[in-house]
């Protein structure tokens, strides 16, 4: 079945397939995010030991000179001009008229050069592997690394965009009519919002064409990932899931994903754990199995082969993370990919059906993530991949934990993302850090705020569920830090484990150099911001 294809792919490699159509600082290198939007974080941690290095010297961020020592003196100038514009409301109400305007008057040529030395210069780091490598190169010499991240959208009208959109995410069954949607409302389509672009102002949004197209993108990070692999011994590249394939896709196996949770939360409430910290849920196995058997899913004798010591252990509980290894591969119940209508007591199916072509997109779009996660493994440069809107993010997020446990076995090379302004970040960084730990692979994440919360807002008031955003900023600072602590003080008991941190106050961000050393104990909170270096932004 499609699910089953969703893991497999991923565990066990990929199938033969056709080719898919100022002076610097001497000091230790540390590891820098490319930004445009609100405060990135970076965590990671791994039982494999590794070198352990120096802690790196405390820095004043109020020390101007030591925070830019890495920017010439044209290029603070070129900042301020440029930020101050970029603040201007009449500039930006008029962008498009006095672009078009300028470039008349300057012709194409001086156009361009203008907005290389300006917008685009502070923007962007260059256009290709050649023009970029200055750049890197002057920043490494200060001690400072890169995140490559590609940057280009087409440039669709909003209604290129919806019907672009509209024709992605819905299933060919769909659009024929001769089937009813069984996803529920946050995960189908919804034309008024067909243009993902709309409200989003800080990430880059790709809309599905075609394969070839996807194939496009693939061949676009794989570029981003050598770049970044020849400039240092330690980079980072960045990469989008919606880039890689049809959305459909992402779209059912997001609503899959959140029935069979919901579900668990169900049993929850009938054995009176309901409000319990997602790791702190764990439901007596006698009880469900009787529940899950009453509702008609399995025979009783089916049930009982699910839950068995080899699976779940000794401890006559089961916790989430029991729960949600259940829908992969490793047990029968993935045949059964149904769970019940707790309104009509009906059971339904998790998945709508797929056509052939279907299958095989979603195959070329797993492909793609295996191939890519490959290729950084062999230039040794760690793959992030980006988090998106919150109908897509459930499914980004598992195909992400899919790699994590194929490649992150020595080290972390695959970084989730995780959006803290979301209502259940919590639970989702700290089920994922104990899976780590269960299975014995290397953690790797990247805490941000999140870019999409005024459309998240507006989409879910417009079609009717509860909106996934914490209600005010105050919840989402208290989050973020939250989740964060939650990290340190992981790595905090683990000896051999290490940390990259960045902090963001309301004004700037900045970013740690990289922390590699080991924890002994102490105050892991005041060695991660010792080991803060400086301002530093690569555009």
Known sequence: MALRCIVSVLRFGTPRVAPLSTAPVAREQPVAREQSAAGREATSGCRAAEGARPPLPVVDFGNTQEAYRSRRSWELARSLLVLRLCASPALLAHHEQLLHLTRRLLGQSLFDKLMKMTFYGQFVAGEDQESIRPLIQHNRAFGVGSILDYGVEEDLSPQEAEHKEMESCTSAVEREGSGTSK???????????????????????????????????METFLRCIEASGRASDDGFSAIKLTALGRPQFLLQFSDVL????????????????????????????????????????????????????????????????????????????????????????QLEPLLSQFTEEEERQMTRMLQRMDILAKKATEVGVRLMVDAEQTYFQPAISRLTLEMQRKFNIEKPLIFNTYQCYLKDAYDNITLDVELARREGWCFGAKLVRGAYMAQERARAAEIGYEDPINPTYEATHAMYHRCLSYVLEELKHNAKAKVMVASHNEDTVRFTLRSSCSYQGGDVSAEATSATQAEYRLW
Not at 190 to 197: I, K, L, N, S, V
Not at 199 to 214: H, L, W
Not at 268 to 282: I, N, P, R, S
Request: aromatic residues 8%; charged residues 25%.
């Open 183 to 217: 996803r529920e409302k946050q995960y189908q389509a919804h034309r008024a919002f067909g243009d993902r672009r709309d409200g989003v102002i800080s990430a880059r949004t790709y809309f599905y064409a075609n394969e070839a197209k996807c194939d496009s993108h």
């Open 258 to 345: 959140t029935k069979w949770r919901r579900f668990f939360h169900q049993m929850a409430a009938e054995q009176g754990k309901a409000g319990l910290a997602a790791m702190d849920m764990k439901l007596e196995v006698a009880v469900l199995q009787e529940s899950v058997a009453k509702m008609g899913i399995a025979s009783r004798t089916e049930i009982e082969s699910w839950f068995t010591a080899e699976t779940l252990g000794v401890s006559g509980t089961l916790d989430l993370l029991d729960w949600s290894s259940l829908i992969d591969s490793r047990t029968e119940l993935s045949k059964h990919l149904v769970v019940p209508n707790m309104q009509t007591g």
